[in-house]
């Protein structure tokens, strides 16, 4: 019985040591798997359209942006991308992976921009981040809750908590009331901008972080948001400039909803020039082209340190804004309508030798659809069902076929389940803009008001990129517009919007 069993524990001894040796490989395999897991930069600004952007087409040609237009150079510049509607809204997107609509027990709570989440019912993913060895970081505006998840969701934060600090909500570049690691707060003087810039160089240089550990850096600038204030050095820049009034700045506006024939930011000054506290349209969209130099020579800071550091080849950056602005288009002074010139962002996203420099991507994009990429690129499961797709494709071949359409939605200040119930007035806020749920797909665009009785609207934007020509009041194109109010009922319904089966009747509906 022993010498049958000799043979049998020689075997297992062996398959002990060989199950040893696999998992000592496999450990160092691990190992340099997590040392190679690439870093992910996130620069991220305010109320910065796309048009102030250099390498966009639509920039005015004296628009100067190097190291943002040199990122693009070196990655994939999209041509259309919907981060979001507006500041809080959008924050919380990128926190979550939802639409507004799914961001469950966000709500505005107290003097605005006052807020409150419940962290069990909104989870933020950076923590999982955390639990799978990376170490995340967040720097400058926080606009999404007074809790700002510190030693939860960040291991290393410095940010300005808006929210929290109501008083000075509007010190978008003096005189913050900064807090540090959850800690001390104290009042920022210097310039934001670039303070932010410096606090993010020193995070990548290795200052307040592992160095053995990979990590996500989520920058957010306060940058370009009102009162568009440009650093000092800035103010005589982009002299002698004229800036054409927008064709719709003034009302009416054929073919456009009832709501959209009563914005009106603006007042006729001499020879109708638009103006706005006795200032013309070109002053004001000169100094908010000013504000955005600082974002330009923080972003060629950054990249020199990451070259400096030796970093450059494993950080995915990622360039965007929570959403446009317009400045005197469609009447607007503003972001949240779903037009481009309110809400479309500039996107730029760049890697060595994994995405395809200077390439341009065709297809819109949304900003739910960051979350499942950042997770793509990290190697780590997605931790509960998303909106959005993941981007990687694209990355790879940016004029592929892409099948997904781009969802946005604009419920206002209500999130979660609270957007369940439609209010009887459409919940308009923000310059009398409803609710409202827009679709891109390829070259057309969908807009339906959350208001009975009031028109759909629906743009071909490769023939009219200024969304001037309302084609849902055109016979000729009903076959197009029953088809994407549809498809935007579909997407609703894949992302579990609550309000889906009661929105109201549109004008020409049954």
Not at 138 to 143: E, L, M, V
Request: hydrophobic share 35%.
């Amino acid at each position: 019985m022993s010498a049958m069993l000799l043979p049998y524990r020689s075997t297992c001894l062996a398959l002990s040591c060989l199950l040893l040796l696999v998992g000592v490989s496999t450990q160092r395999a691990l190992a340099a798997n997590e040392s190679e897991r690439p870093n992910i930069l996130f620069i991220y600004t305010d109320d910065h359209s796309y048009r102030t952007v250099g390498c966009y087409p639509e920039a005015f040609p004296w628009v100067r942006t190097p190291a943002i237009d040199r990122l693009a150079r070196e990655g994939m510049r999209f041509e259309s991308a919907y981060i979001g509607t507006w500041c809080m809204p959008s924050r919380a997107t990128l926190l979550t992976g939802h639409h507004q609509f799914g961001v469950e027990s966000m709500r505005l709570e107290g003097p605005y921009p006052g807020s409150v989440y419940d962290p069990e019912q909104c989870p933020f993913w950076p923590r999982v981040f955390r639990e799978h060895g990376y170490v995340t970081a967040q720097i400058g505006k926080w606009h999404t809750g007074v809790d700002t998840g510190y030693g939860r969701d960040w291991d290393f934060q410095i940010v300005w908590n808006r929210p929290k600090y109501t008083k000075t909500s509007q010190n978008y570049y003096h005189d913050q009331p900064i807090t540090h690691q959850g800690g001390e707060t104290k009042i920022l003087k210097r310039y934001s901008t670039d303070q932010y810039t410096d606090w993010a160089v020193d995070f990548i240089r290795g200052e307040g972080r592992d160095p053995s550990k990979p990590w996500y850096l989520w920058l957010c600038y306060g940058a370009v948001h009102s009162p568009y204030t440009p650093a000092e050095r800035h103010l005589a820049q982009y002299p002698s400039i004229e800036v054409a009034a927008p064709a719709d700045v003034f009302p009416p506006r054929p073919g456009k909803p009832d709501w959209a024939q009563r914005i009106n930011f603006w007042e006729k000054g001499p020879d109708a020039t638009p103006m706005w506290r006795d200032r013309t349209l070109t002053s004001w969209v000169r100094q908010y082209h000013q504000g955005v130099l600082a974002i330009d020579e923080g972003v060629e800071r950054l990249m020199a340190t990451l070259k400096e550091t030796g970093q450059r080849k494993n950080t995915l950056v990622v360039f965007t804004s929570d959403q446009g602005f317009a400045w005197g288009q469609h009447g607007f002074r503003h972001k949240v309508a779903a037009y481009d010139a309110n809400i479309r962002s500039p996107l730029i996203i760049s890697f060595p030798g994994r995405i395809p420099e200077g390439s341009v991507c065709p297809a819109p994009v949304g900003g739910v659809d960051l979350v499942p990429t950042f997770f793509r690129f990290a190697g780590i499961e997605i931790p509960w069902e998303m909106h959005g797709h993941d981007l990687s494709p694209l990355l790879k071949n940016a004029t592929r076929d892409w099948p997904h359409p781009v969802l946005l939605t604009n419920t206002a200040r209500s999130y979660g389940s609270d957007t369940d119930v439609i209010p009887s007035d459409g919940g308009a806020f923000h310059g009398q803009i409803p609710w409202y749920v827009m679709l891109r797909e390829g070259r057309y665009k969908y807009v339906r008001p959350l208001v009975a009785g009031e028109l759909e609207e629906l743009y071909d934007l490769s023939e009219d990129p200024e969304e001037l020509n309302n084609l849902a009041v055109k016979p000729e194109h009903a076959e197009t517009l029953r088809r994407l109010r549809a498809a935007a009922i579909d997407e609703l319904r894949r992302t579990g919007a609550g309000f889906v089966g009661q929105m109201p009747p549109i004008r020409g509906s049954s």
